[in-house]
């Protein structure tokens, strides 16, 4: 960015914490000031909320920057802090997964089974000769399995790697490769969209290419016909005949707990490298205040894949490290109809709902008609992540899924970031539709220019964050440098995280987006996000993808691709109609200067399984290109369906 974001959107609408939640809130302002006053000794005070075997001598070592270490000499072990220390409480029937099928099959584990799985899944593990520092890959559809084979890692201090059920057997070798995984957990299939989907084969494929594989756990799931090699074992051959007994043992702060690798929307996946007590602090600590979690009445539900940092984060270690009870869910959101998530919060009386715009989009755009046949009432918060959340898109959330009076909090982090940084505090902020809002406590985030100059309230610039926090990833797996020169180059001493952001004049932060994604038209950097916000805002769009493609004479122009709500009629005039009527919205919302120069309806936009937009693929579009990686793509047809409109001028 040459120079800092124009800062286009005006939003005045502001939301106060409902009187009740304010009262009995988790977390009330204090915790700022207490962070402001002493930083590590406010993380200090949240690595109390765990159980260690040997208490730490040092907070933080910052000695050797950007290498952190957290808690040094402290010991803990991250499996037992999830399960065993709540069954010891007294607390081993509290239900720890309410889980559900797509098919409609479902489980019921307290967390005293759950130790037990995971304890049989360790005890398994260890015969098969995984022992301490080794990596275990997992790659499993949304079955309890996959939340056991992750504690059973990581109460064996093995390090996991979770890829995302549905990767290629291509994204899948080179992932293990890169770790050297010695085992992959995988099932011989999942169910998507009503159907069983296999996986076995895309193992099969890739561990022929792995010889770093020595054994191969299958889940039974689906009860498909799969091929076998001597490498593999069934799980309930395996796992479900070892002993439940199992004593956790104590790793080091600093153990390394899991490799991620980031969704590679551009070059070769980075295997984000997460460490034992810093992590399991920070996250355990925002599920606690982000959420307000009250573990004896509340259920919690966070629609997320595991394969994805949120799953990790806010489906295994920080609800489980709280003791929350909470659903999880297989499959997807229409099967076997468009309700099923209401049906699903209906059933369960979930109280807190944690998920991605992109669903709420989605959402939008097959209507409110379909929330409303559900009772939601015992809903009393909402969560968002994953993306900028437009006004429009929070502010119908909000409406249609909280009554009009559940908070939302929309929360940024990253991979990298491990948890949550920025968002609302549902017990204090009054929140902003489409503002993630201030750092959390503990954590310093800053808004800077192309010289890192802190940009002034009303400005837009780079989202950098300035001191060291506990939930940072430590390296990419085997290449320090790299870690280096991503992170920590762009700008001395601080992280950068690749996004853009600006400070509204009371000094709140909104997120703009992927800075790659900022486009530059006639000398101004404009945010992707903020004209989608602005087609969003108009009542016929449910969802917008913009991108900058070339352009002769404002050397980038605006090309919007755009997908209208269900009920709009987009055929021959009526459709060119609209599209004018879109691009004169935009025009009146932001300024001429954001008009775009071409809008495309379209029925869908490319996502990543995280529901992301891949806006380099439209880029290729717009800008007429043969496509580039379509491997991370949710659903690669929609590009075939999105090209060809846009060659037949539509
Ligand atoms: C948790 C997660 C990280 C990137 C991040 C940013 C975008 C995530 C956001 C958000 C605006 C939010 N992002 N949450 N942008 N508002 N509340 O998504 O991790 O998959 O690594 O993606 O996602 O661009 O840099 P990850």
Redesign the pocket.
């Known amino acids: 960015m040459s120079e800092t974001l124009a800062n286009l959107l005006q939003e005045t609408r502001q939301f106060p914490p409902p009187a009740d939640l304010a009262a009995a809130a988790n977390v009330t302002a204090a915790a700022y000031d207490e962070a402001a006053a002493d930083r590590l000794a406010f993380w200090a005070r949240q690595a109390g909320r765990l159980d260690w075997s040997k208490e730490w001598h040092q907070i933080l070592d910052w000695s050797n920057p950007p290498f952190a270490k957290w808690f040094v000499g402290g010991q803990l072990n991250v499996a037992y802090n999830c399960l065993d220390r709540h069954v010891l409480a007294g607390n081993g029937d509290r239900v720890a997964i309410e889980w559900e099928g797509e098919p409609g099959d479902n489980r019921t584990i307290t967390y005293a089974d759950l130790l037990a799985m995971t304890s049989q899944a360790a005890n398994a593990l260890t015969d098969l000769g995984v022992v301490a520092g080794d990596r275990v890959a997992i790659y499993l559809p949304m079955i309890p399995e996959a939340a056991v084979a992750m504690l059973a890692c990581a109460r064996i201090g093995a390090t996991h790697s979770v890829v995302f059920g549905g990767f290629s057997a291509d994204s899948l070798s080179n992932r293990i490769e890169d770790a050297s995984a010695k085992v992959v957990i995988t099932a011989d299939g999942g169910y998507r969209r009503g159907k069983p989907s296999a996986l076995k084969p895309t193992v099969d494929e890739a561990v022929s290419r792995c010889p770093s594989i020595e054994h191969v756990l299958v889940v039974r799931r689906t009860g498909q016909e799969v091929d076998w090699t001597d490498k593999d074992l069934w799980w309930h051959e395996t796992v479900e005949t070892a002993s439940a007994e199992h004593t956790a043992e104590a790793f080091d702060a600093e153990h390394p707990l899991f490799i991620l690798y980031?969704?590679g929307t551009t070059a070769k996946p980075k295997g984000i490298l997460h460490t034992s007590g810093g992590y399991l602090t920070q996250v355990a600590y925002t599920h606690h205040a982000v959420f307000d979690l009250k573990p004896e009445t509340d259920v919690y539900w966070c629609s997320a894949d595991i394969g994805?940092?949120?799953g990790h984060s806010y489906i295994v270690y920080g609800p489980l490290a709280n003791g929350a009870t909470q659903l999880m869910y297989e499959g997807t959101p229409d099967t076997p109809h468009r309700g099923r998530f209401w049906e699903l919060i209906q059933k369960h009386k979930v109280s807190i709902l944690y998920t991605a715009p992109t669903l709420i989009r989605t959402m939008m755009k097959w209507g409110a008609d379909i929330p409303e046949q559900y009772d939601l009432s015992s809903l009393r918060l909402l969560g968002?992540?994953?993306?900028?959340?437009n006004p429009e898109a929070w502010m119908w959330y909000r409406e249609n899924i909280g009554r009009g009076e559940c908070p939302v909090v929309?929360?940024?982090?990253?991979?990298?970031t491990g948890a949550m940084m920025i968002s609302p505090l549902p017990g204090v902020t009054a929140a902003k539709p489409g503002s993630?809002m201030r750092p959390l406590p503990g954590i310093s985030a800053d808004v800077v220019d192309d010289q890192a100059e802190s940009v002034p309230n009303g400005g837009g610039g780079f989202l950098v964050l300035r001191e060291p926090w506990p939930s940072m990833l430590r390296t990419i797996w085997g290449d320090d440098e790299r870690f280096v020169d991503t992170y920590w180059s762009r700008f001395e001493g601080l992280y950068f995280?690749?996004?853009g952001a600006k400070k509204d004049d009371d000094g709140d932060l909104w997120?703009l987006?992927?800075v790659d994604d900022v486009m530059l038209v006639s000398g101004h950097n404009i945010s992707t996000t903020e004209v989608e916000s602005a087609l969003v805002s108009h009542p016929s769009v449910a969802e917008a993808a913009v991108v900058g493609a070339t352009d002769p004479t404002t050397g980038q122009a605006i090309v919007a691709f755009t997908i209208p709500r269900g009920h709009v009629d987009t055929s021959g005039e009526a459709g060119e109609a609209l599209i004018a009527e879109l691009r004169e919205h935009v025009s009146k919302t932001l300024g001429p200067i954001a008009k775009p120069r071409q809008i495309m309806l379209v029925a869908e936009l490319p996502k990543t399984r995280?529901g992301?937009i891949m806006r380099r693929l439209l880029r290729d579009v717009a800008e007429n290109r043969s496509l580039g990686d379509v491997t991370t793509l949710q659903d690669s047809s929609v590009m075939e369906l999105i090209s060809a409109g846009m060659n037949s001028g539509k």
């Open positions: 980031t969704s994805w940092v949120t968002s992540v994953g993306e900028p959340i929309d929360t940024w982090w990253q991979t990298e993630a995280a690749g996004d997120l987006g992927r995280s992301k």
